[in-house]
């Protein structure tokens, strides 16, 4: 970065004009005020206040008015308010009236001079206080004229006459705000107290606050923000209506809160036939619709037919997409009305599944016994089947309809789960489910394989592998089972992973399942013979074997196939952990097999794994043999490598120090360190560290990597292990307080000093990558 001037002179100048900056705020900021008072008041204006540096003010003179006017307000209402309820009594009749109603024309009245002068804001504050002395003549009239009328009735009566007096004196006054929003929220109270004063019940109160919620609908085409009580209004309704039609017991008693619901979807379909941005309107009247026409079959059927029978009046919802004489927001909101109960079909048909396909985990209690007898027939199966069915065909029709993939995964999810689930929830005999079960499976891996679209394809791979597992599974509780079923999938998975045209994913997918399926094979063999589960292990081993023996002729899939075939060696490894002897043998065979594999130039890498099996095998060995020197094992290893490294690096000295003195330094040194770990003398672990400061000094001489952190991390846990038990004692010599102080300063000094430790970290990780 050019610095022309020097730092101290630089950064005054950029102190001068950042005050500068601000001056200059400061002055737009004033002037801007002046601008908006000069466009919304009609008095004469001050000049506009000249560029000032001083600090702004915290309030403008309109809002300081404002809450002054407001403030006045308030306290005139107040004002009224205790005049009304505490010194009514001590006037007559004749008093009462002149009082209030002339303060009250008074009030009502003011604004209009006010206005003429420009005096707006005032006019407003009068004029608020106005309508509420308005209100407090409707409770005066009612308490000295009508005392006996029932208040319901009365209020209902007096909100209906003050919101017509308000609506009118707001359009008779134009410049005021107030008198309009009062108007409506009285016109909220006539009908439902009405109603209320009738003894009306739920429903009929529901017609009330429904009828109230069409008059603010069409009062928000003129004033927008009607739309809120109309909404608020039309929810409570319709709940109402949706609570007593899953109340009725039947038809009959279905048809009254049905019609409400069907009006309030008709009102919600007209709210947003008129306002294009209010298509959730048409949404929700769908919903209401389909819940009004599929709520009266509720009492009358079982409840999965009455879900289906809601599917069956949603259809014609998804099909209004395609209905172009209707606008397109109110196709929009059908449309995903429609899906919504298609969503919510799919969400119960799913709780009916569930139970029948997880219960087959119940077969790992006990393996091979033969105890799952034929599926008992679920009593609304069919209907649950259908809904699914239908729900899956009418997402891909729509995704077909509005070349949309999302729709085409979610039918074939919702078609796997209920071809799949179908068997069981029918009662189908158990042969005769595990081969639809299969047939289901194998489709939904052949849409995988075939589907040019990614994200369908996927989908239905995700189906094909749950539903794999879980017919897998459901195949262990009989021998037989066993063998058919997870031999024919892995014959299926091994034909998709050999099919060409498919995707790369997907055949890997399927490379890696067969590989699966085959350790599955020979695991469920082994158990046939009276062998110990140890020695299953080494039926195991055959999988990498013959993996590592395809190789290259694995082509596309050998990469996911090799993985797997990882995987199987782990389970051999893990098999035969139950004798030392056998887990011996099986890391060897697995170094052997990695060894084989690393002959082929692409696998190199494999030779680090062959190495590592092969030491863990010896050390394995030498434990179960109770070698407590294992040195007089490892020396004669060591020597040899390191000799061989040495010879290599002369050779090639490009060559890393971890491929040269790695594996030698590790086959003692780590073996050494575990012995000495657990090892109460002193001469092993001296003797250990001796050598390994010998070998980070040979390392850091040489400038090799691999000695030096090798030799200095066994040197520093040989150190730790000695002086644990002083620190230990130490420790719990000193006060308690200490510990934490200790810390406290350890952390303040490395906060202080954090940059330049983190450049010191920095050198030395350069430092160790420059090593050879």
Known sequence: MNMPLPPAEELALIDRELAQLDSRRQYLLARRDWLLRLLHAAVPLAAPPAPTAGPAKDASAPSAQNVLLTLGAVLLAVAALAFTLVSWGSLGIAGRSVVLGAVTAAALAAPVPLLRRGLRSTAESVAAVGLLLTALDAYALHRVGMPGTDPRAYAAGAAAVLAAVWAGYGFALRELRIPRPAAVLAAQFPLPLAALAAQAGPLELAWALLATAALDAALAVRLRWAALPAVALGTAAVLTGVSESWAAVSAAEAWPPSALLLAGAALGVAAAWREPRAWVAALVGGVLAVVAVGGLSRPELEPSWSVLVHLLVALPLLAAVRVHALP?????????????????????????????????????????????????????????????????????????????????????????????????????????????????????????????????????????????????????????????????????????????????????????????????????????????????????????????????????????????????????????????????????????????????????????????????????????????????????????????????????????????????????????????????????????????????????QRRLQAPLLLGGAVLAVVALHELAPYVVQVAGALPRWVPPALAGLLLLAVGATYEKRLRDARRLRDAIGRLR
């Open 328 to 700: 397109a927001h109110v196709r929009r909101g059908l449309g995903w009305a429609g899906a919504v109960v298609g969503a919510l079909t799919a969400l119960s048909g799913w709780v009916a599944v569930a139970p029948a396909l997880l219960g087959r985990v119940g077969v790992l209690d006990e393996v091979w016994a033969a105890t799952s007898p034929a599926a008992d027939p679920y009593g609304s199966g069919v209907a649950v089947v259908l809904g699914l069915l239908l729900t899956a065909g009418s997402a891909w029709w729509l995704s077909r309809v509005l070349s949309r993939p999302e729709p085409a995964a979610v039918a074939v999810v919702l078609g796997w789960a209920g071809l799949f689930a179908a068997p069981l929830l029918l009662g189908f005999p158990v042969a005769a489910a595990f081969a639809a079960q299969l047939a289901v499976t194998a489709a939904a891996g052949l849409l995988a394989l075939r589907s040019p679209e990614r994200g369908t394809g996927i989908t239905a791979g995700a189906c094909a592998l749950a539903g794999a597992a879980n017919v897998s599974l459901g195949a262990l509780d009989g021998r037989l089972a066993t063998f058919a079923v997870w031999g024919l999938l892995g014959a299926l998975c091994a034909a998709a992973a050999a099919y060409g045209p498919a995707a790369r994913w997907a055949r890997a997918g399927a490379a890696a399942c067969a590989v699966g399926y085959a350790t599955g094979l020979l695991v469920a063999a082994a158990a046939l013979t009276d062998l110990a589960v140890v020695w299953w292990a080494l039926w195991v081993l055959a999988v990498p074997a013959v993996v590592a023996a395809l190789g290259p002729r694995l082509g596309g899939v050998r990469l996911p196939a090799e993985i797997a075939a990882g995987a199987a060696g782990a389970l051999a490894v893990a098999l035969s952990a139950g004798r030392p002897g056998t887990l011996a043998l099986v890391l060897a065979l697995l170094g052997v097999v990695c060894a084989g594999a690393a002959v082929r130039p692409d696998r190199r890498v494999l030779g680090w794994a062959a190495g590592a099996l092969f030491v863990a095998a010896t050390w394995v060995r030498l434990a179960d043999s109770g070698v407590s020197a294992p040195e007089a094992y490892t020396l004669p290893v060591t020597l040899p490598a390191l000799a061989v490294g040495l010879l290599r690096r002369r050779k090639d000295p490009a060559v890393s120090s971890w491929t040269a003195y790695g594996a030698g330094l590790s086959a003692t040194l780590l073996p050494s360190l575990l012995a000495a770990w657990g090892d109460p003398d002193w001469v092993r672990p001296l003797l250990l560290g001796v050598a390994a400061l010998a070998v980070t000094l040979a390392g850091a």
